[in-house]
């Protein structure tokens, strides 16, 4: 049983205020450097963890540019092209979205009365839009026959053919 | 009043010095083993960052090579080809022709150019596009670039230029404002050894830079291996018939500490070459 009367715990009050002691700093200090020790090893971790990401944004939008580069040959054909004036302001064929957060934008521009350059920016965004990493690649393509050379020229039927050489263009 | 005061006994204070130096020196030992784990920790993130910056780099110089197979010396931009060292030639960038002063003068629009630096005279060749006709393919002709200015603008209101002279052999004709011409650089990748370490180095061939360390420390030996492979994956020895390039680097910590063995990485790339049709 315990029990207690205004008494005792006067005569006890004066002891304990008297007491004295490291244990709360000592608790403060230990927890501080413990804090200290764990915080620093979530920091290399973190370093880690976005040197990582950097990479694989990267690569995304890298990769993003080179669908963009793919969709647009398989999208645009001769007449579409012959439409186009030398040098003039080139075509936008738009924003695709290809992944999550994965955006390219492609363009195509007439060189000379044959050359046509497509332009296809890979963007990786985050969740508020806001760009983290864009790649630009470009694809020298001309108009071709599409048949055999005679025949194709006689019924005027014409392709879309990248560069057979140096085609392909990293853009910065 | 001091005698009625309690106090500790010499053993009591013997007692509680030692347990204070037992728990202090844990602790020591702790923060040592964690400041050790930490340092490690941090070294090696450094060393997974950089082989990633660095296959990074080689990925973006390799990608836009070109090969053709049976093809003449100016359509492969693989030089030289080794186990631990490559000599290629880098595109630097692409512009085009808004203007032909000359036979052998062209302008490039500024606004049209891309790279990442200027073309420079002496270092830098252009490739000029050259359309085939009903007898002749496609072609890039090179030239040597004798002067480069940057004083001439465009006509029609397209803004600054860069006037570049080339030299007159081979010839060009019918050249045609719109056309493409590519500036290519001799580079060089290779592993060596500096300070009693590896390296991967670069070096400009065409500029006659000395090599530049751009990774490392890498392993001896092992530290940057290149294998060449054709259409099939297959190994291959003849520099027209690479379609792609297996890259393997392998890196090591600054210092390991104490008598260990430094902690090692490896990041292989396989990077396809880009304008290397597989047919």
């Not at chain 2, 080689?58 to 049976?70: C, D, I, K, P, R």
């Not at chain 2, 631990?84 to 490039?108: D, E, F, K, N, Q």
């Not at chain 2, 050249?175 to 990748?189: A, D, K, N, S, Y």
């Amino acid at each position: 049983m315990i029990s207690s009367s205004p008494g005792s715990r006067h005569r006890r009050l004066p002891h304990v205020q008297g007491e004295s002691g490291v244990a709360l700093v000592a608790a403060v200090f230990a927890l501080t450097l413990i804090g200290a020790l764990v915080a620093s090893s979530f920091f290399a971790g973190r370093l880690e963890q976005q040197s990582g990401q950097n990479v694989l944004f990267s690569g995304q939008a890298r990769e993003a540019a080179e669908a963009g580069l793919a969709e647009a040959m398989a999208t645009v054909n001769a007449a579409l092209l012959e439409d186009l004036p030398v040098g003039g302001v080139p075509l936008d064929l738009g924003t695709v979205a290809v992944g999550e957060e994965v955006t390219v934008h492609s363009k195509i521009a007439r060189l000379t009365s044959r050359l046509f350059l497509i332009r296809a920016q890979g963007t990786r965004h985050d969740a508020s839009g806001a760009a983290l990493a864009t790649r630009t690649l470009g694809m020298l393509v001309q108009l071709v026959a599409s048949g055999a050379p005679p025949q194709a020229e006689a019924e005027d039927q014409m392709g879309v053919s990248r560069l057979a050489e140096r085609g392909w263009v990293g853009l910065y | 009043m001091l005698a009625h005061r309690r106090g500790f006994t010499l053993a009591e204070i013997m007692l509680g010095l030692v347990v204070t130096l037992v728990v202090t020196g844990s602790i020591y030992n702790l923060l040592l083993a964690t400041q050790r784990v930490t340092r490690a920790q941090a070294q090696r993130v450094m060393l997974q960052s950089s082989l990633r910056a660095g296959s990074l780099i080689v990925l973006n110089e390799l990608a836009e090579l070109s090969t053709a197979t049976g093809g003449t010396p100016d359509q492969n931009d693989v030089l030289t080809m080794g186990s631990s060292a490559i000599t290629y030639r880098a595109m630097r960038g692409m512009g085009i022709i808004c203007h032909l002063p000359g036979a052998t003068v062209i302008r490039l629009a500024r606004s049209t150019f891309t790279g990442h630096r200027d073309p420079q005279a002496g270092r830098d060749r252009a490739f000029v596009f050259v359309p085939g006709n009903a007898e002749t393919a496609d072609s890039w002709v090179p030239r040597d670039i004798v002067t480069v200015a940057t004083a001439a603008p465009c006509p029609g209101g397209q803004g600054p230029g860069i006037t570049l002279t080339l030299s007159s052999s081979p010839s060009l004709e019918a050249l045609e404002v719109g056309t493409p011409v590519r500036i290519t650089e001799l580079m060089e990748f290779r592993l060596y050894r500096a300070d009693g370490r590896s390296w991967l180095g670069a070096r400009s061939v065409s500029a006659g830079e000395l090599i530049q360390p751009l990774l490392g420390p890498l392993t001896d030996v092992s530290g940057f291996e290149l294998e060449y492979l054709d259409a099939t994956g297959s190994p291959t020895a003849d520099r027209s018939d690479v379609k792609s390039i297996q890259v393997r680097l392998r890196g090591m910590v600054e210092s390991a500490g104490d008598n260990a063995a430094p902690p090692e990485e490896e990041l292989v790339t396989r990077v396809a070459l880009r304008n290397s049709p597989a047919t």
